[in-house]
Structure formats: C-alpha cells, structure tokens
C-alpha cells in the first residue's frame, strides 16, 4: 500500500529503503564474523561507541530512574506502565508530547535481561534519543541506512553478544525477512512501537510499513509489546490496539493538555509582516519553529525574516541534503535560531527548549497541529503556538481535497479532518477545550489561550450571509455563471471594475448591497461561511457555491453568528513580554546561570551534540540556585544522573565556585 500521491507527509526524510541483505544481516546460514574480523568490503568495523557496562537488571526501577536519568520520581502513570511491562504486560501509551514516552520503555528495557528494541519512524529521532542515553551513560545504537556496511556489523556483534540495552530501528527495516531472523538470534526484553499512531489510516501521517508491526508477538513470544503515541483520537487508539494486535494490552492515557503552551490564532492579513510581530514579541534569543506548506514560502519566508533581523534558515526534502544537516545542526546547537520548514521538519527532533512554534499556513489536521505545536516547551517552560489563517487556506484546502487521487471514503476523512481543524480556528469558546474534547478529553477553560484571555466580539451575520448567497443564486441562476470571492466581494461592494462592467454585473440586484462592509470584513464572512460548509469551494479556481445549509439561512431559519476579526494587529493581540531563561531565573543567581550556559555550549561545541544532551536550562537554573559545592550536592540536582555527574561533575563545581 502506498501514500495517496501529493500527500503532505511525502517530505519527511524516513528511513530509505534498506540496502541488500548480504550488507547488513546474516545470511541464512547465520554465519556472523567474529568480533576480531574486519567489517565486509574491508572497511573497519570498531564497535560502537558505547559506554561502560552497568548493569541494571533487576534493579528498582526508581533506582534505575535516579542513577540513569538524575529524577527521583516518576511522574504521572510512568510508574505504572513502567512496572507492568517489567512484568512482562503490553501496553498502549497515549501521553502528550514531552510527557516522558521514551522513559516508560527505557527503563523497563534496562531492568529486564536482552536488549530493548525500539521501532522508530525517523533516522533523526533515532541519532538524538541514542545520543542522549549515551550521554547517560546507556548502551544504546542503532541500525539504519545512515551507516556504513562497517558500522552496521559493529552494531549487529555488540547485540548478539548481549553488549546493547537498546538498539533503534525503522519500521522499513524491521519488515525484512533478514532482520527478523537475526533478532532471533539475541535476546529481546521490550519492544517499543513508537509514533505508533502512524498505523492507522485515519491518523495524520500514515506509515504502512507499520501495518507489518503487528506478527512481532507471534515472532517473539513472550516479549511485552508497547505501542506509544502523542496523537490518538478515540477512533485511531482503537485501530492502533487492532491493527498492532495488542488484545489484552493494559491501557494508560494520560491527559493530553499541555498547559505551558498558549495557543493563538489571528486573522490572516499580511501573514509575514504578522509573524514578524510574532517573533519579536518572543523574548530575546527564543529558539522557533516557523511551518509552511509549500518549499517556495519556506524559502521566501525565510528570506524575508532574515531581512527583518531574525536569524532564519529554511528546511524542506527539496533542499541539498548537507544544507539540510548543516541547517539541522544550527537549530539544536545555537540559541535564537529560527527555523522555517514544511511538515517534515520537527517529528524527529527532540529540542526541548523550542519557545515557540507558528503555522502560516493551515495545518491539514488537528492530530497534525497539536503534534507539530507539541514541539514548543518540551522542557515544561512556557511556549507559544501561533498561526495565521485566512479565507485562502479554506478554498486551498478543500480544493487539495477535492483534487486528491483518493476514494470516496478518503476524500470523506480529508474533509473530516479539516472541519476538525476550522472548528478550533473559529471557535468562540476556549481553544484548549475545543482541542481537548477532539480528542475525547473534557475540560474546563484554560484561561491562557488567546479566546480566554480577550473573549472574541460576535455579531448577527445573516443578512450579510443572504446577500452573499442570493448574489451566487441570482449569478448561477439568472447567467449560469460562478466566481470566487474576490469578484463576489467587488458585486456586494458596488466596486467598478473592468469584469463587472464587462459582465453588466453592475445590474444585478445585490450589486453594491454590502458597501457597509470593507473587503476584510467580507474575506472573514466569507471564510466563517466556507468552514462552516454554508459556502463550498468548487474545482481548479475555488468558485463557490451554496452549501447544504445555505437554503435555511437564506429563508432566515438559521442563524449565522460570527467572529469579528481583529485585523491589523502585528502578532495578534499585544502580550507582556515573556521572560528569557535568564530572567526566569532569581536576580542573585543570573550571571551564574549564564556562566553555566556559556559552559554548557562550549562542551556541546566540544562533543559536536546540542546543548540539551549535556544539560537542560532546568538543571542549570537549578545549579544556580542550589549553588552545590562537592560531587555529593550534585546527587540532588534534577537531570544529573551518575554518568554525567562522573563526566561533567568536577567541571560544574568549578563553574559554581567561580561564580
């Protein structure tokens, strides 16, 4: 099964299609060579770069916790799912994005005997989680087409050997025939199926490799099986529990707000002069993620911010791959960088300190919004989700939908999914709430959304929504004739232009009736019209026509309340200021917190990793406020465990002393 041609997703870098067998798993026989032996082709084959061995099965997971990760608690139902797969139970996880996933896996992989095996979508995702438990002092490596035939015999020996506590691979790759085989041949203790949404054809960004996840019980009997995922409405947690047969699996979904991201959405006028405002609202140095739908408004958009003073670089499939990496590696190394991308960009990233994250486009869904905005404040700090959205993004996208090569049934999902997403653009009522209910969750405003925090103005719009559809009536009816919004605004106005004066559509009846309004005014009815299916777009050129509503409002059964837009307000409405890391930390102990990130970047810059794998801005704010004076005082830091507390210990202290 294959992805529906022009489908959005097309651009995500996943892992390519693996090389031949005979290059990175054994031949049939199950011939390995020996862990002396040169790599195949004569490359050389060193082992992975794997720290020194601790073993922890059978330990307390809470102990595993501390000594691994620096925390002493879990948190939310970590503990529980984290105690059931130890013994040996399958799970379906739903937890929000930057709930903590990777421990509820991690740890039960390093308590029970074998190897952990996780099943990741994205190479990039792969190098950073293995990076990062590295640096924790865990055996972690992966396999994917990123390697040298060399490097891939290194990572396959240290697994059979039993030297590995976790090894990544991409659904693509674990599909094969080989690779299966040679699991087989070493000891698995958990298998992990993450982004598991991506099984589900009413998902967001369907994987049909991962329909092939789920003999991995029959294959490897008695192993507990997780599948764990950030975006799951009722009906994809359901074909995610059938499609990975996980029958008796135990269930554990966490709540799917994220309270530290505040959502807002505005009316679309001048969407980059808009998103400058945005940007520049954002404190100094805030590290962002811009999306857009097409490569040539990445590479616009890009262009234009960095002509208004913002440090921007653009990321698309399009781009050359070494700009691409080069690009990448600016984002998570260097603060304040903005990065514009389409929808490929961010899956695989594990940034946690990303402040902010905006859409100039219309995103397709609302599982895609939520998990594209979960890249903001990851590490808990308050972050912002802002997005631009006008009359052009609903014709846009209803045309995409009416164009796509799917069936019927498919169309029907697509047009679901985008009413999904209008509602929560439209809503009068809490954004967060209208988010929540979408995916089965109840609750109350949040009261930090742009909604709650300045109620939108509502008006009575059905007489100009009559206006509006008796024009497209007496257009269709009287002359067999369809236009798109702009000349259909140029009627209601009494505007005198060429077309209307060539067309005599300066006789019509409705011709000037709307002059009370200005051309904004008319885009926002228009736009409210379309999302709520009272207008249709039709064909190539978006001409629009009446819904199946639209025959009780012209009788005036139904009543038409509306938005009131606030246009012309750069970044939406004005917002204090949020505080920098800095600032967020007590005056006494700034200079030594920017002491500790001076430090911190240049190690990063020394081990060629993001600043986040050494430490993250919490455990630095705490050093600067606990001030700890001996290895012992490190023990209570949060996020610093016994690997990086022996690495980077006698180096912190001296930063603190000094400061």
Request: hydrophobic share 40%; net charge negative.
């Amino acid at each position: 099964m294959s992805l529906p041609a022009g489908d959005p997703y097309a651009d995500i870098p996943w892992d390519d299609a693996p090389p031949p067998d005979d290059q990175w798993a054994p031949p049939e026989d199950g011939w390995m060579p020996p862990p002396d032996a040169a790599a195949p082709y004569g490359a050389p084959a060193p082992g992975p770069s794997l720290p020194e061995h601790r073993d922890f099965v059978g330990a307390d997971p809470r102990a595993v916790l501390h000594e691994v990760y620096g925390y002493d608690e879990f948190r939310g139902t970590q503990a529980a799912i984290v105690e059931h797969v130890i013994s040996g139970g399958d799970a379906v996880v739903l937890m929000p994005t930057g709930g903590g996933k990777s421990v509820c896996y991690q740890v039960p992989a390093l308590v029970r005997p074998g190897t952990g095996l996780v099943i990741s979508p994205l190479i990039a995702l792969m190098h950073d989680q293995v990076d990062a438990l590295v640096a924790n002092g865990v055996r972690a490596a992966y396999l994917n087409s990123t390697q040298l035939p060399g490097e891939r015999a290194a990572v396959e020996r240290a697994y059979l050997a039993g030297e590995l506590d976790l090894l990544y691979v991409a659904p693509e790759r674990l599909n094969t025939e080989p690779m299966r085989r040679f699991l087989e041949k070493g000891t698995l203790s958990v298998i992990a199926i993450d982004e598991a949404h991506c099984v589900s054809q009413w998902g967001h960004d369907f994987r049909p490799d991962y329909l092939g996840l789920g003999d991995l019980a029959e294959r490897f009997p008695g192993v507990p099986r997780l599948a764990l995922t950030a975006t799951a409405t009722p009906a994809t947690h359901r074909e995610i529990t059938e499609r990975l047969q996980l029958p008796r699996a135990e269930h554990f979904v966490s709540s799917f707000d994220r309270p530290n991201i505040q959502y807002r959405i505005e009316a679309k006028t001048d969407p980059r002069r808009q998103l400058v405002g945005f940007i520049k609202s954002q404190p100094a140095g805030a590290a962002g993620i811009v999306y857009a739908l097409s490569r040539k408004s990445v590479e616009q958009t890009a262009e234009y911010l960095r002509g208004q003073g913002v440090d921007a670089l653009p990321y698309h499939a399009g781009l050359d791959a070494s700009v691409r990496a080069a690009n990448q590696s600016r984002f998570l190394r260097d603060d304040g960088v903005v990065m514009v991308a389409t929808i490929a960009f961010g899956m695989g990233i594990d940034k946690p300190d990303v402040r902010f994250v905006a859409h100039i486009d219309l995103p397709k869904s609302v599982e895609g919004y939520y998990q594209e905005t979960g890249r903001a404040g990851r590490d808990g700090d308050p972050a912002v989700a802002w997005m631009a959205y006008g009359l052009g993004d609903v014709v846009q996208q209803r045309r995409m939908i009416d164009q796509s090569p799917g069936d019927r049934s498919y169309k029907i999902r697509l047009g679901q999914h985008l009413d999904a997403m209008l509602g929560l653009c439209e809503t009068v009522g809490c954004r967060r709430q209208n988010l929540l209910d979408y995916f089965g969750e109840p609750s109350q405003p949040c009261g930090n959304c742009d909604t709650c925090l300045e109620a939108p103005d509502t008006w009575d719009g059905l007489v100009p929504a009559q206006k509006l559809l008796s024009t497209i009536v007496r257009l269709q009816r009287e002359r067999n004739q369809s236009f798109g919004a702009g000349h259909l605004i140029d009627i209601l106005r009494g505007a005198s232009t060429d077309r209307i004066r060539q067309q005599s559509h300066d006789t019509l009846s409705t011709y000037g009736l709307g002059a009370d309004l200005s051309d904004q005014d008319w885009r926002s009815v228009i736009r409210q019209l379309l999302a709520r299916g009272i207008l249709v777009a039709r064909g190539e050129y978006g001409t629009l026509a009446l819904g199946e509503p639209a025959g009780g409002v012209l009788r005036g059964e139904t009543a038409v309340p509306l938005r009131r837009d606030i246009i012309g307000r750069a970044g939406g409405t004005p917002r204090v200021r949020k505080v920098s890391a800095s600032e967020a930390v007590a005056e006494g102990d700034r200079d030594l917190f920017e002491a500790l990130r001076e430090w911190r970047a240049s190690v990063a810059r020394e081990l060629g990793v993001p600043a986040y794998i050494v430490f993250g801005d919490a455990t630095l704010r705490a050093l600067a406020e606990h001030r700890p004076a001996s290895l012992g005082d490190l023990d209570g830091i949060t996020g610093i465990g016994a690997k990086k507390r022996e690495a980077y210990g006698e180096a912190v202290l001296e930063v603190v002393a000094a400061g």
